[in-house]
């Protein structure tokens, strides 16, 4: 008898993750023993050699899985253990410990044994001082992540695993759209993210309930983060408010929609930025200013994504910059009454001078 579907869906998502990373190393094996680095390029060229010799890599790819001990990313972890030996890959876990609740580090000492029970290796708890900025969540997130890719760093790991369901997504998007703030952000999480897309998230297209129910079935304790609901935060309201709601109201099949919303605003809002990029060149003229009347020519959402990139180039920074400062930049091109120039975070100002669209540090 085969494993439960809920074990056998698991476990084919990390399966399909793992050849790609596979694939991926394998690549990037290659070009390092084909491409000699500049230093000894240099060496062996003024030796008269064209290569020289280079550290090998390590064949086996290391993946770690980030693990909270909740039901998502624990049976991320059980399917990593399984898969991982059968592809020849080195599989270890990471589990932060945000130091928000008490026995925090006695939970996350619990997870450091279930991973290793499971034969994970390397398995590491690191503890993280969790900020103010941005709020509860953010903060968090921040301290979880830089702790992650401290950890991917120490290890050289190739790929992090991340739980994140399709229910996940669902909240994504549907706070992206509550946000107002355009098809970017109602693209949700890429399944793949991070520097070098390092993040892979394998049950993205998966229930979450898919998961819990693999974690019951192969007997795993999960642990409940009472944050997930705690009505104190957007995503536990979301998702025990506002989502059952939406699923009242419009069906059952809401979730899937959502995510396959997130893939296609992604396909989209990728779209448009090439595009974008495209016309920045387009518009500028010869000293490299952007002109106004070929601004004007542009669709609103090529244009609009034209002065952000513009704006963050003038030193905007990305997080604070909102879809309304750049409606009100674009209304000096599409609404032209003599404004004054507009403030942008990051003390950059917007003007218009002359038929020149003018975006500098103030
Ligand atoms: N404390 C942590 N340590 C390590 N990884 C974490 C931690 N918290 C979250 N993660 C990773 O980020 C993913 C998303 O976490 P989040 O808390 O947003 O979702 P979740 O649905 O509650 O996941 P889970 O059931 O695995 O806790 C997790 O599946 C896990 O991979």
Same mark, same amino acid.
């Given at each position: ?86 592809? &020849? ?15 925090? &580090? ?11 029970? +499971? ?69 949700? +999480? ?44 957007? $995503? ?36 448009? &930025? ?6 920045? $060149? ?29 704006? +963050? ?37 917007? +003007? ?11």
């Amino acid at each position: 008898m085969g494993p439960h579907p809920a074990v056998a869906a698991i476990r084919l998502a990390v399966r399909r993750v793992l050849h790609d990373v596979l694939t991926e190393h394998t690549r990037s094996a290659e070009h390092t023993r084909h491409t000699p680095h500049p230093e000894f390029a240099e060496a062996g060229a003024r030796a008269g050699r064209q290569r020289a010799a280079l550290p090998e890599r390590p064949d086996t790819p290391l993946v770690l899985v980030a693990c909270s001990g909740g039901a998502d990313s624990m049976a991320l972890a059980s399917a990593l253990a399984f898969e991982a030996p059968k592809l &020849d890959v080195r599989a270890g876990g990471i589990t932060v410990d945000h130091g928000l609740q008490d026995g925090s &580090d006695t939970r996350a000492a619990e997870v450091v044994d279930r991973l290793t029970d +499971m034969r994970l290796d390397p398995v590491e708890a690191v503890a993280v001082q969790v900020g103010h900025e941005g709020g509860p969540e953010a903060a968090a997130r921040d301290a979880r992540y830089a702790a992650l890719d401290a950890a991917a760093e120490r290890h050289g790991a190739a790929a992090v695993l991340l739980g994140h369901t399709r229910d996940d997504q669902a909240e994504t998007v549907l706070l992206g759209l509550a946000r107002g703030s355009g098809i970017r952000s109602l693209s949700g +999480m890429a399944a793949a993210s991070g520097p070098a897309g390092r993040y892979r998230r394998p049950f993205l297209q998966l229930d979450r309930q898919t998961a819990r129910k693999a974690c019951l079935v192969q007997s795993l304790p999960v642990w409940e983060d009472p944050h997930n609901a705690d009505p104190a935060y957007t $995503r536990s309201r979301l998702r025990h408010e506002g989502l059952p709601a939406l699923e009242k109201a419009l069906g059952k099949g809401v979730v899937e929609a959502l995510a396959r919303t997130a893939q296609l605003s992604r396909d989209d809002a990728d779209a448009l &930025d090439t595009w974008a990029a495209e016309a920045d $060149r387009a518009v500028r003229d010869d000293a490299g200013r952007l002109e106004c009347a070929k601004l004007y020519a542009l669709p609103p959402a090529v244009r609009r994504r034209v002065l952000r990139r513009a704006a +963050m180039e003038a030193g905007s920074p990305a997080g604070s910059l909102f879809a309304r400062h750049i409606e009100e930049v674009d209304r000096l091109i599409t609404g032209w009454r003599g404004q004054r120039a507009i403030n942008l975070p990051g003390r950059v100002e917007a +003007m218009r001078q002359g038929g020149r669209l003018v975006i500098r540090q103030s």
